[in-house]
Each structure stands twice: as C-alpha cells, then as structure tokens.
C-alpha cells in the first residue's frame, strides 16, 4: 500500500476486515455480523472468533472496497443505522491507514431483537 526508501508497508484484506467487524460491532443498533452467502435462506449471526467471515474486503489498485454483511436490531431505523456503520467504519480504516476507502456498503441480511 505505501513505499519509501525504508520498504513497502502493505496491510492485507484480512487485517483490514477485522478492523471492520471491531468498528461493526461497537456501531447503535448492531446485533452481529451474518454469513455473507444466503444460499441456505438462514441468517446465522457468527461468534466473535468469526465475526470478519461477516467481512468482504477488495484492494484494486489504490481503491479499497469494504462490504459488511450485518444483523441489525429490530425496532431501530435500518437506514440510519446503515448510514452511521459507513460513516465510522470509512473513517476509522482510514485514520487507520492513511488511505481512502472508494466505498463501503452495507447489506443487511436479518433484523433480529438484541438480547443484550
């Protein structure tokens, strides 16, 4: 991601999904983060072990590209939320990194009713 005279600075996908996911997880109205692949029509909400499986994280070029898959409470306005899980998770990878992230996009897979 970054050179100079000293070498190359590079910080994978995965390292940046799991800054994602942390960010994710701390946002109002946030029940989990949710398998990417509904093939089985079933939401299943993942252990914190697994939360940046929630994660899909593109490099091209000098443009990062974040989508997260999230169970969002039920009763709260899903928009907002969405729009506020953007919002932090752009600039914390940013302020993270040093890099701007092209965009991050929200798919929200299940409203459930937060049981903490």
């Known amino acids: 991601m970054e050179e100079s ?3 190359k600075i590079e910080v994978t996908p995965t390292a940046i ?3 994602a996911s942390q960010v994710v997880l701390e946002c109002y109205g946030v029940v989990g983060m949710a398998v990417k692949d509904l093939a089985s029509g079933l939401v299943q909400i993942l252990q914190p072990s697994s939360h940046r499986r929630g994660v899909d994280v593109r490099i091209d070029g000098n443009d990062i590209v974040i989508d997260l898959y999230v169970v969002i409470e039920y ?3 899903i928009a907002i939320v969405a729009r506020n899980i953007q919002s932090v998770v752009k600039y914390t990878v940013e302020r993270a990194l ?3 992230v092209a965009s991050v996009n929200v798919h929200v897979q299940d409203l459930r009713v937060s049981t903490g």
Do not use: D
Request: charged residues 15%; positive net charge.
């Open 5 to 7: 005279k000293l070498g």
């Open 17 to 19: 999904a799991s800054l």
């Open 75 to 77: 009763g709260t306005r």
């Open 98 to 100: 040093g890099v701007p």
